[in-house]
Nanobody, 120 residues
Framework: QVQLVESGGGLVQAGGSLRLSCAAS????????MGWYRQAPGKQRELVAA???????NYADSVQGRFTISRDNAKNTVYLQMNSLKPEDSAVYYC??????????????WGQGTQVTVSS
């Protein structure tokens, strides 16, 4: 059984920073791409940032230059450093990982979500 556990959300003023973490645990052979998504009330879930196992990254236009995604493969952990936060960044943030099990099958897993609220 694989679990993704997120941490680091909270309330911050506009212009502030937060760092999200997401650790994968369980019966894992390897982890391919990892990413962060967010969903605001009444809106669809959207990709914020993603990172491959080799370290290549991509970002939503709305966070480019403010957010940085990184990963520690030894710890099966992905991070999202969020700077210059804006009220429109407020949402529930979800971690996602494409994981290869010892059976060699691959599945997408999701974390439980962590709330980020940016006050103006």
């Amino acid at each position: 059984q694989v679990q993704l556990v997120e941490s680091g959300g909270g309330l911050v003023q506009a212009g502030g920073s937060l760092r999200l973490s997401c650790a994968a645990s369980g019966s894992i052979f390897s982890i391919n791409a990892m990413g962060w998504y967010r969903q605001a009330p009444g809106k669809q879930r959207e990709l914020v940032a993603a990172i491959t196992s080799g370290g290549s990254t991509n970002y939503a236009d709305s966070v480019q230059g403010r957010f940085t995604i990184s990963r520690d493969n030894a710890k099966n952990t992905v991070y999202l450093q969020m700077n210059s936060l804006k009220p429109e960044d407020s949402a529930v943030y979800y971690c996602n990982a494409n994981i290869r099990l010892p059976s060699w099958r691959e599945y997408d897993y999701w974390g439980q979500g962590t709330q980020v609220t940016v006050s103006s």
